[in-house]
């Protein structure tokens, strides 16, 4: 439960706020992720990271700015954020070990956002 | 591409009843198949992997799952519920190569006391 750690839990910010979420991981993995959560839809991929360089970016709006410095710390940058993008933001971790996606990728408690 | 259904926002059953949650997936290629559960307020836990072999994989907490590969599915099943199961349950599926996992939507538990 504590191997994937997310802060802050719970955020409030105004459209023209500007902050920043952060995930750790503390299992070794070498690979992280982001992902938004919206109620009754599918868990929606924003990043991949893996060996601290980003392998997939789904077209997420630029509003939305990752930064990964090494391989045990993720960052998400936030900026002029429209209410839509109100969810649960969700972090995980993996080990690739490129043995081609059997790896379980293991989740954060999430960072629940409302923009207003 | 790859998808996931899972056609029911909720399932309700009674405790000590089975418990079904179905599961449905498409991809082009051999699937790697993943049962996560997420209780309120915390992250997604796997709860089992299908990746090869024995198409009946055993899980935490007493659930199981069947693959099969002729109707594309991957049902997740528990023989008797337990009130402490009701939870957001999804199902997710990822092939070789790539590192992208596609999760369903999830289906919300509720197991009656």
């Known amino acids: 439960e504590t191997g994937v750690t997310q802060t802050p839990r719970h955020l409030v910010m105004g459209m023209t706020n500007k902050k920043s979420l952060k995930c750790e991981q503390h299992l070794g993995h070498n690979a992280m992720y982001w992902y938004k959560q919206s109620a009754k839809k599918p868990l929606e991929l924003m990043f991949v990271y893996s060996l601290e360089e980003r392998v997939e970016n789904n077209s997420v709006p630029s509003r939305f700015s990752p930064e990964c410095p090494n391989s045990s710390h993720l960052f998400l940058h936030l900026h002029t954020l429209q209410p839509e993008d109100s969810a649960l933001y969700l972090c995980?971790?993996?080990?690739?070990?490129?043995?081609?996606?059997?790896?379980?990728?293991?989740f954060g408690p999430g960072t629940r956002l409302l923009v207003l | 591409a790859q998808s996931v259904a899972q056609p029911e926002d909720q399932v309700n059953v009674a405790e000590g009843n089975p418990l079904t949650v179905k599961c449905t997936y498409s991809v082009s290629g051999n699937p790697y198949l993943f049962w996560y559960v997420q209780y309120p307020n915390r992250g997604l836990q796997v709860l089992l992997k299908?990746?090869?072999?024995?198409?009946l994989v055993k899980g935490s907490y007493g659930f199981e799952a069947e693959f099969n590969k002729s109707q594309t599915s991957f049902h997740l099943k528990k023989p008797s519920a337990l009130v402490s199961d009701s939870a957001l349950y999804f199902c997710a599926v990822r092939t070789y190569g790539n590192n992208r996992l596609a999760f369903g939507k999830g289906n919300q538990v509720v197991v009656i006391p």
């Open positions: 995980a971790s993996s080990q690739d070990r490129g043995q081609g996606g059997q790896e379980t990728q293991y």
């Open positions: 299908y990746i090869t072999g024995d198409n």
